[in-house]
Protein backbone atom coordinates (compact mmCIF):
# COMPACT_ATOMS: atom_id res chain seq x y z
CA UNK A 1 0.00 0.00 0.00
CA UNK A 2 1.71 3.50 -1.11
CA UNK A 3 1.75 5.82 1.78
CA UNK A 4 3.44 8.95 2.73
CA UNK A 5 3.04 10.69 6.32
CA UNK A 6 4.73 13.76 7.49
CA UNK A 7 5.20 14.66 11.19
CA UNK A 8 6.94 17.18 12.76
CA UNK A 9 4.82 20.03 12.68
CA UNK A 10 3.97 22.03 15.75
CA UNK A 11 3.81 26.19 17.17
CA UNK A 12 6.23 28.50 17.24
CA UNK A 13 7.05 31.60 17.40
CA UNK A 14 8.01 33.53 14.58
CA UNK A 15 11.66 33.35 13.56
CA UNK A 16 11.76 29.86 15.15
CA UNK A 17 12.59 26.50 12.96
CA UNK A 18 10.86 23.16 12.35
CA UNK A 19 12.05 20.77 10.46
CA UNK A 20 9.01 18.06 8.83
CA UNK A 21 10.09 14.63 7.80
CA UNK A 22 7.76 12.36 5.11
CA UNK A 23 8.44 8.55 4.90
CA UNK A 24 6.90 7.15 1.72
CA UNK A 25 6.39 3.25 2.17
CA UNK A 26 4.76 1.05 -0.63
CA UNK A 27 6.43 2.96 -3.31
CA UNK A 28 5.45 1.64 -6.65
CA UNK A 29 8.15 2.03 -8.68
CA UNK A 30 10.61 4.95 -9.62
CA UNK A 31 9.65 7.82 -7.81
CA UNK A 32 10.72 11.09 -9.75
CA UNK A 33 10.41 14.26 -7.35
CA UNK A 34 8.97 14.76 -3.65
CA UNK A 35 7.35 17.70 -3.13
CA UNK A 36 6.26 19.91 -0.31
CA UNK A 37 2.90 21.69 -0.74
CA UNK A 38 0.94 23.81 2.25
CA UNK A 39 -2.53 24.64 2.71
CA UNK A 40 -4.47 27.47 4.70
CA UNK A 41 -8.63 27.40 5.25
CA UNK A 42 -10.30 28.53 2.09
CA UNK A 43 -7.32 28.28 -0.19
CA UNK A 44 -5.92 26.45 -2.88
CA UNK A 45 -3.27 24.49 -2.15
CA UNK A 46 0.26 26.45 -2.75
CA UNK A 47 3.87 25.25 -3.88
CA UNK A 48 6.56 25.32 -1.58
CA UNK A 49 9.08 22.91 -2.68
CA UNK A 50 10.31 20.29 -4.84
CA UNK A 51 13.25 18.10 -5.45
CA UNK A 52 14.35 15.35 -8.37
CA UNK A 53 15.23 12.67 -6.64
CA UNK A 54 17.83 11.09 -7.59
CA UNK A 55 19.21 14.55 -9.11
CA UNK A 56 20.76 17.54 -7.30
CA UNK A 57 17.97 19.97 -8.80
CA UNK A 58 15.64 21.78 -6.00
CA UNK A 59 12.90 23.98 -6.51
CA UNK A 60 11.24 26.64 -4.21
CA UNK A 61 8.62 29.51 -4.11
CA UNK A 62 9.53 32.55 -3.56
CA UNK A 63 7.93 32.89 -0.32
CA UNK A 64 10.08 30.37 1.08
CA UNK A 65 13.48 30.69 -0.95
CA UNK A 66 16.32 31.18 1.39
CA UNK A 67 14.52 30.05 4.39
CA UNK A 68 13.28 26.67 3.69
CA UNK A 69 15.43 23.74 2.55
CA UNK A 70 14.67 20.19 1.15
CA UNK A 71 16.37 17.57 1.32
CA UNK A 72 16.40 13.79 1.16
CA UNK A 73 17.48 11.42 -1.84
CA UNK A 74 17.82 7.88 -0.80
CA UNK A 75 14.05 5.67 -1.09
CA UNK A 76 15.17 4.78 2.07
CA UNK A 77 15.10 7.97 4.24
CA UNK A 78 12.49 10.48 4.73
CA UNK A 79 12.09 13.69 2.91
CA UNK A 80 12.50 16.71 4.97
CA UNK A 81 11.81 20.25 4.81
CA UNK A 82 13.88 22.37 7.12
CA UNK A 83 12.12 25.75 7.95
CA UNK A 84 13.74 28.75 9.35
CA UNK A 85 13.00 32.25 9.91
CA UNK A 86 9.52 31.06 10.37
CA UNK A 87 6.84 33.81 9.72
CA UNK A 88 3.03 33.66 10.82
CA UNK A 89 2.34 33.75 6.94
CA UNK A 90 3.52 30.20 6.38
CA UNK A 91 1.33 29.01 9.74
CA UNK A 92 -0.56 26.07 7.25
CA UNK A 93 -1.35 22.26 7.03
CA UNK A 94 1.96 21.09 5.16
CA UNK A 95 1.49 17.98 2.86
CA UNK A 96 4.40 16.21 1.39
CA UNK A 97 3.47 14.37 -2.05
CA UNK A 98 5.21 12.25 -4.42
CA UNK A 99 5.51 11.80 -8.27
CA UNK A 100 5.66 8.41 -9.76
CA UNK A 101 4.84 8.89 -13.12
CA UNK A 102 7.31 11.84 -14.48
CA UNK A 103 4.64 14.24 -14.59
CA UNK A 104 7.49 16.96 -13.14
CA UNK A 105 10.55 16.19 -15.09
CA UNK A 106 8.54 15.21 -18.52
CA UNK A 107 6.96 19.13 -18.19
CA UNK A 108 10.15 20.73 -16.18
CA UNK A 109 7.55 22.40 -13.41
CA UNK A 110 7.30 21.02 -10.18
CA UNK A 111 5.05 23.33 -8.81
CA UNK A 112 1.38 22.04 -9.82
CA UNK A 113 -0.26 19.59 -7.36
CA UNK A 114 -1.55 18.03 -10.29
CA UNK A 115 2.03 16.67 -11.56
CA UNK A 116 1.97 14.29 -8.28
CA UNK A 117 0.52 11.24 -7.46
CA UNK A 118 0.15 10.36 -3.81
CA UNK A 119 0.09 12.63 -1.02
CA UNK A 120 0.27 12.57 2.92
CA UNK A 121 -2.56 13.59 5.18
CA UNK A 122 -1.04 16.91 6.42
CA UNK A 123 0.74 17.95 9.23
CA UNK A 124 -0.07 21.54 11.07
CA UNK A 125 2.76 24.17 11.27
CA UNK A 126 1.40 26.79 13.45
CA UNK A 127 3.80 30.13 13.74
CA UNK A 128 2.48 33.08 16.37
CA UNK A 129 3.76 36.76 15.95
Known amino acids: QVQLKESGGGSVQAGGSLTLSCVFSGRPGSTYAMGWFRQVPGKEREFVAA????????YYSDSVKGRFTISGDNDKNPVYLRMNSLEPDDTAVYYCSADVTGNTIYTGSYSRPSFYDHWGQGTQVTVSS
Open 51 to 58: KEWGGENS
